[in-house]
């Protein structure tokens, strides 16, 4: 039954003026949510294109009711109704079957005392009534007001229909078996919210919303035909099958039946009730302000609510996490279109003042007071009233709305407290929005562009959100370059950690190889399996391998051996002699459960590595975010056998923010710091490496401005332009420079190494170098080194000075003293 009823509420259709003569039914007993789930859409079976009853319009009804009262001593209108009921003996036209209206406008003055009793006279003017013919879509009786309300040429009513062939009848025929199941059958079915229509004026385009009650009382259904009695399951199964009415006319056969009588209706204006429902269900939905479909059904709404039709209506959200250009988010929908005001025009704006007063400010003639360029614009777009109105969530403006109209003194505060219940619902929806716009951001430059640092994420999210504000579903994705930025890099690595690697594997093996060995060798063993001699054999020959060194391959093809051979030749002779449970369980209890071979020296020496790696990383992490306090920059970390780092400063880089060479300066300066503060840092832990491990230090100078580009493929910065790729060689090549005329490498350990390309780029160096000598941080002799020519690199030289180890003075990186020292 509940889809029976749903169907009603969809299926009433209109004419281009009228509205059907039926009240669409919801039940009372079902909550709204109910209905919208069960409310499954199938196609509905029909076969009728006409009515297939008869109907017939009548006032015999209501004339026995005139004759109840004619005949009530006591009723107040027995009087009128003698009178009229006298009349009437003298058009008996009116008391059979109408068929024509030439009768009733024959009879006009006869036909207003009939309806008397069923329309007060006295309302006329108020109320919204009339009378229709069954299912006939024009009235045949009306107040003044329905028609000059709802019945005028100008008026046009609206609703959402079917789009099918034989919508027209399919309503009609839902109705019918509504009513025939009420006067028939007697089946009440639990409906009495009225129906709602949109009722638009042509000629100013205002709109206002009606719902209409309905009265049958003076509508008869006559069988004409011998009926089938309804069971209850009979019922059932039609209310089963609600999109059948194919079936339905079965057990109830439409021609069976006429309709006789008049039906009336009373409208009510429920234009306010509706509307803010209706704005509470689009704001409820996210994408409705950011859509421009959304953004127009607001509009119309708020001009039916303040009964204004020229109003117009902006909206605008402030957030300090998106942006799309310049300060404006990206939900920024103004009256004025925003090409034609930059963000500081609004600055003293009436916009600023509602936002800084958290108040509503009303101006009902914008060309009185000061003149801004806010105001201009307006003006030339049309506006003469205009209203601001700040949306506010915990004390904090998350939006504005604003409304204007061309007219002067056409805005009033009564008429925008009018929407008061509503500006909540405007701040929540702005407030979901930008959650969900960030989390749209988000998810796109994880898709288009990986993890981003801080520091440039404003330019992703400007492409992110053009790619979402776009309208084409391929939009491209900008090119991200920062031009004019220095470089910055710097190198903490493990000295000689493949050959510790490759020497912990060593030894791995080699223990493993010699405790099998030792089980195999047993006498007893060998004399059992003689084919145990190859595997012995095969042993000492692996051995051997390890003793001269690990080459290519060699740690594959013997853990290789130890798993395939080995281990199962072990599990065999335990299984063959209880003897060897206990020297053969001691040899699987030795290696690590994962990985299957043993995991010792290598254990020592990945714990050593990871040790070192932890601590530089987490005095670097600590001191990057001290250094990203003073100017904002590119940062990003590597990790490999050692820490290795890039940075880029420059102006391209933020906004909102002055960049100056002070910065670089003061970056360089922390450079040095941080590498004497690791340095001291791990020789403090030496004691606690089982694997003895220790590292060199590098800084790359490179002055000259370059620019690098975010690569979409590779998900990464690189460099852009032929000449700057020189740098980048330099960067993966420079840890294995040898100083000119000697096999030394540049880097040493408790040594910082400084490459450069250009005398004038070390200059500066030499000044904090001196300054670091003077507190303790480092020592001994400042070594002026030329290098030997690398691949794609040549003419490099270096600075290298010796970090002092005995100095207990802590390495606080103070950045006042940095400032004190790049000052200079």
Known sequence: MLRFINYLLRFVVYTEKNIDLFNTFVPNRFAMGSVEQSNVKKEIKCHFCDIPFKKTLSFEYLIRDIENIAEDANSILNSSAKDLLKKLEDVPELRGEIKDNSVMEKHDTLLKQLMSFVFNPLNCKEEITAAFKPFEMEPFFSSQRYKKT???????????????????????????????????????LPVEIPFTFKLTDSQNQSVK?????FDISYLQVKPIAKLKELKHEDITALFDRDHDLDFWNEIIPL???????????????????????????????????VSVEGYKRIQEK??????????????????????????KSYLWKPIVADSKLRYKDYEGSIYQQAFEEK???????????????????LLDNGISSHAVVPLIIDDKVVGMLEFGCPLLNSLTLIQVKMLYDLFPVFALAIKRSQEEWNDKV?????EKFTAIHPTVEWRFKEAASKILNSREDTASVDRIVFSDIVPIYGASDIRGSSLARNHAIQADLSEQLEWAYEILKIEKVIRDIPLLSDVSYKIQKHLRTLKLGLKAGDEVSIVEFLKNEIDPFLRLIKDRDPELTGPVDKYFEMLDPELGVLYKKRKDFEDSLTLINDHVSDIIDKEQEKAQDVFPHYFEKYRTDGIEYNGYLGQSLVKDLKYNEMYLKNIRLWQLLVKVKIARKINQIQSELRTKLDITQLILVHSNPLSIEFRQDEKKFDVAGAYNIR???????????????????????????IIYSYVEEIAEYKRYIDYMMAQGYLTGDLEELELEDLKGASGLKALRVQVNFKNEKSCHINQQVLQEVTDE
């Open 150 to 188: 709802i019945g005028a040429e100008n008026k046009r009513v609206d609703i959402l229909g079917e789009d099918t062939s034989n919508a027209n009848i399919i309503p009609i025929i839902y109705q019918a078996y509504c009513i025939i199941l009420d006067k028939v059958y007697n089946y009440k």
């Open 209 to 213: 919303y009606y719902n209409k009650n």
């Open 255 to 289: 021609d069976k039946f006429e309709f006789r009588g008049f039906m009336r209706f009373k409208y009510n204006n429920i234009t306010r009730e509706h509307v803010v429902s209706e704005l509470k269900s689009d704001l409820l939905d996210k994408n409705t302000i």
């Open 302 to 327: 708020i001009r039916s609510l303040m009964d204004n039709p020229l109003v117009r209506f902006g909206l605008v959200s402030f957030s300090n996490d998106i942006e799309s250009g310049g300060k």
């Open 359 to 377: 108040r509503i400010i009303l101006t009902r003639d914008l060309k009185e007071g000061k003149q801004t360029s806010v105001k201009k614009e």
């Open 442 to 446: 988000r998810a796109l430059i994880q």
């Open 727 to 753: 740098y980048e060689i330099t960067k993966k090549r420079i840890d294995k420079a040898l100083v000119k005329g000697t096999n030394e490498r540049v880097t040493q350990v408790g040594k910082i190494a």
